[in-house]
């Protein structure tokens, strides 16, 4: 008989945590001599060798990354700061992530350049485990674009799963949001459009999970307009669903390609946000192709279109 393979060690986890906990962890991390480092949206980061360490303010929650992720984890953090086992027992904690379902999550809504992205991806107990394993997580928590390409060959390479992406480039936006009138019914017509493309790949899926930002009728009329009959669920920190997490690495990969291959073709670097990087990137743009290049490239409706361009024209108020 074949030896069985042993499973490969945990090089990623993360939990929530209570504000209690978190102050007791960094106490635990400035006994055990971890240094202390700066990180964007965190309370606090540290590392000790090939270890990190980040507590995140939203929620809070800990993220803990490295080769010495399960030792840390199951010798230090459960024990000291936890107080129970969680690494490996997710299907225990967390049940419904096992089950099958799709999860979907967008990139690109808070940002003024480039496209609204929807991505979708199905999982069951197989698929879930598998994608755990390989260290899926949360987008907004990876910051290399490398790190984003490489899992999302992870996600679509992993047996079994089945995956939707629906990009909505500034042009057609723009159009929609006009014709929409409001940014929540057009996400609800994206999110509807990619479980609509995972039912078809997926028909038997009973049930599908998104992050909360809408009312949930909107949704289901979306939904209920596709053809689509299923189980729908909004929550909010949706992201800590692997499938969610999947799709939000799909959506993430496709809005930086968009975003990159753009800027290289318009001879101008396009930022991420709605920053005065942004508003200097698009007088740049203007400069040098006319207004009517913006509609090309951005979601007009920002209030950063009144301050490239110095008038209101095209500016709402539901944006950034």
């Known amino acids: 008989m074949k030896p069985e393979t042993p499973p490969v060690p945990a090089k990623t986890y993360t939990a929530p945590l209570t504000e209690d906990q978190a102050a007791q962890l960094r106490g635990v991390l400035e006994r055990d001599g971890f240094e202390f480092i700066e990180r964007d949206h965190t309370l606090y980061a540290a590392r000790k060798g090939k270890l990190s360490i980040a507590v995140y303010r939203k929620g809070p929650k800990v993220l803990v990354q490295g080769r010495e992720t399960e030792d ?49 991806v199905f999982t069951d ?14 987008s907004k928590r990876i910051t290399s674009v490398a790190r984003i390409r490489e899992l999302a060959r992870v996600v679509r390479a992993t ?13 057609r936006y723009n159009e929609l949001h006009r014709s929409f009138g409001n940014l929540n019914r057009l996400l609800a017509w ?15 899926c009973p049930r599908a999970l998104s992050d909360q930002f809408a009312r949930a009728d909107v949704l289901a009329r979306a939904l209920k307009q596709q053809g689509v009959a299923i189980e729908l669920e909004q929550r909010t920190k949706g992201e800590a669903d692997v499938a969610v997490a999947a799709a939000s690495i799909l959506a993430r990969e496709r809005f930086v390609d968009w975003i990159e291959k753009t800027s290289t073709a318009g001879g ?33 409706h920002f209030r950063t279109t009144a301050r490239i361009i110095g008038h209101s024209g095209g500016a709402g108020t539901d944006s950034a």
């Open 72 to 120: 840390f984890v199951r010798f230090t953090l459960e024990p000291e700061v936890l107080g129970e086992a969680r690494l490996g027992y997710e299907e225990v904690h967390q049940p419904d992530m096992f089950e099958p379902h799709f999860g979907i999550d967008e990139s690109g809504k808070g940002d003024y350049f480039g496209p609204l992205v929807i991505a979708g």
């Open 125 to 138: 107990a197989t698929i879930a485990r598998a994608l755990l394993d390989a260290g899926i997580m949360d």
């Open 159 to 171: 047996p079994g799963v089945a995956e939707a992406v629906v990009a909505i480039g500034p042009q």
């Open 190 to 204: 994206g999110h509807a459009r990619t479980i609509a493309r995972l039912a078809e790949a997926r028909p038997q």
């Open 268 to 300: 101008v670097n396009l930022p991420l946000g709605a920053s005065d990087a942004v508003v200097e990137a698009g007088r740049s743009l203007v400069e040098r192709h006319g207004e009517e290049a913006l509609a090309r490239v951005a979601k007009l």
